[in-house]
């Protein structure tokens, strides 16, 4: 849709330990898994290859660059508009604490073992500081920054959505009804994607 109707060139980056990028010995992606330390390189290396493209892009001649990520791909987006200057980030269903993401989820039993063996705790958290998206202030103007989000996601949950939200000044932000994977389905979250492309001037809508 945002290349045939809405005329953009796309660059769709396959971030570490997912799909073509997975070891084969690993069942399921891998990049958030209970190995936090594979979730922190593979964030370090997902800024850096997207930055190598971002410079291509420019180098090829783009005027204008925006980021949309959704899940962990927005945690990426979000992060790497504080650090490139974009013209649009829209981070969808997003996560933006990791850590907290990671408690929410693991079992009590689980979270004790994580905590007496050092795994969770003030060095965890500091050390995930260095990639969070909650530790940059976004270079996008506060109007070409934009969240959508479920109210019933269970994975990435509305709270992490709230706190990117708050940490971003309050832009736009779209509540569906509906889980992780419901946008793809929601008559809310396209139409909404494609008007704040318009409104940012990144994209004209035909309708």
């Not at 530790?135 to 709230?162: H, M």
Request: aromatic share 10%.
């Amino acid at each position: 849709m945002l290349h045939h109707e809405l005329g953009l060139n796309l660059l769709m980056p396959v971030l570490p330990l997912h799909g073509p990028r997975k070891p084969p010995s690993l069942p399921i992606a891998a990049l958030l898994s209970y190995d936090l330390l594979d979730a922190f390189h593979g964030i370090s290396q997902s800024v850096w290859d997207i930055r190598q493209m971002i410079q291509w892009a420019r180098a090829q001649g783009a005027t204008k660059i925006g980021l949309y990520g959704q899940s962990i791909g927005s945690y990426v987006a979000a992060l790497l508009s504080g650090l490139e200057d974009v013209d649009v980030v829209i981070a969808g269903i997003p996560v933006c604490d990791i850590p907290d993401l990671f408690v929410h989820h693991a079992p009590a039993y689980q979270r004790q073992e994580a905590e007496e063996a050092g795994v969770l705790g003030v060095r965890t958290r500091e050390l995930f500081e260095l990639v969070s998206p909650l530790s940059v202030t976004p270079k996008v103007a506060l109007e070409n920054r934009f969240i959508f989000a479920g109210s019933d996601d269970k994975v990435s949950t509305p709270e992490q959505a709230e706190r990117l939200w708050e940490h971003w000044g309050q832009p736009g932000i779209r509540w569906f009804a509906g889980g992780h994977v419901s946008f793809f389905w929601s008559s809310e979250v396209a139409p909404f994607v494609d008007h704040r492309l318009h409104k940012s001037g990144f994209a004209v809508l035909d309708r």
